[in-house]
């Protein structure tokens, strides 16, 4: 494993991450959560990404569960706030008190006093950005949050929010949370450029593209997966992307490497790109996910990668 700068802080988080969304408290039961998160450790993963939503809270209880076991110091934990967590008006945003009612709930589901990074999960156009920002100020200061971050900001928002704290003299958020991968290359026109201009760190989740970077879904949706059971592929998985994803996994063979490891060191060659967040519901697709860390792509792979996904 390598650590990398969580941009201008001096934060270092693995270069590969393991994250909570649909597993943990969700598809994988507590004690495949501990095996998880154990095999991770062991990898030298040394950060863990959650979210109060996942699982309606569920996620953050199993990760809770077994946090004991490993050294708190060791670990860089994050959780989000935004997302419905109740039927009450208030329930949800960035309000001031949606986010320290979230917060001390998150804080109490996992066992722990503090949270390494804290994430606005979305924005809220409801909610004054002044209002979030001191919100978000406050934990820091309190010591309940040590950075805070966004998710699936725009570019604008970003400057705005930065503009916001400098202003006021505010903790500004350190660290953005975007979707990323080659097949999904959007942020490279809007929001990646300008975290790197305020010198944010870019964690990025998704980096498999929801499993079609992995040579699943190669000759179309096998029964049984997760496309199968849902439409999020009916506007993607076309021919022309089928025949993307093939030659894309036989790149990956040229290289000794599985599909998904080239995927997620291409990602890791994208400049600002502090970690990419993964899932996995076994340990060994901890094991085999980050040995993405080690691979270097010499620059006319990069090219056959970006020519095959252009931006």
């Known amino acids: 494993m390598n650590y990398r700068q969580m941009g201008r802080t001096g934060l270092r988080l693995s270069s590969v991450s393991i994250g909570g969304w649909l597993t943990f408290g ?18 030298g993963v040394n950060f863990i990404d959650l979210a109060d939503v996942y699982s309606k809270g569920a996620c953050e209880a199993a990760v809770g569960a077994c946090l004991g076991e490993f050294r708190r110091e060791d670990l860089v934990v994050s959780s989000k706030v935004f997302g419905r967590m109740g039927d009450g008006p208030n329930d949800r945003g960035l309000s001031r008190k949606h986010i320290m009612e979230s917060v001390d709930a998150s804080l109490r589901r996992l066992g722990t006093d503090y949270l390494d990074i804290y994430f606005c999960h979305r924005p809220d156009p409801e909610t004054p950005l002044d209002e979030t920002a001191r919100a978000m100020d406050d934990l820091v200061r309190r010591g ?13 928002q970003l400057q705005d929010v930065h503009d916001l704290c400098d202003r006021r003299g505010l903790y500004a958020p350190l660290v953005e949370q975007p979707q990323y991968s080659l097949a999904f290359r959007g942020i490279e026109a809007d929001s990646l450029p300008v975290a790197r201009r305020l010198g944010m760190g870019v964690v990025t989740w998704s980096p498999l593209a929801g499993g079609l970077l992995t040579g699943k879904y190669d000759e179309g949706v096998p029964e049984g997966s997760r496309g199968a059971d849902t439409s999020w592929l009916d506007d993607v998985l076309n021919d022309e992307m089928r025949v993307k994803l093939r ?9 000794s490497l599985a599909p998904a490891q080239l995927a997620l060191a291409w990602v890791l060659h994208q400049e600002g790109v502090s970690s990419v967040i993964t899932g996995a519901t076994r340990p060994e697709q901890v094991r085999e ?12 792979a990069l090219r056959r990668l970006e020519e095959l996904f252009p931006a």
């Not at 969700?26 to 095996?35: A, F, P």
């Open 289 to 300: 996910n980050v040995h993405a860390a080690e691979v270097e792509l010499d620059p006319a």
């Open 247 to 255: 030659a894309f996994s036989a790149m990956a063979r040229e290289l």
């Open 144 to 156: 309940k949050v040590h950075y805070w971050g966004t998710s699936v900001w725009p570019g604008e």
């Open 26 to 43: 969700g598809t994988v039961d507590e004690r495949g959560t501990r095996d998880i998160l154990r095999a991770a450790v062991d990898e």
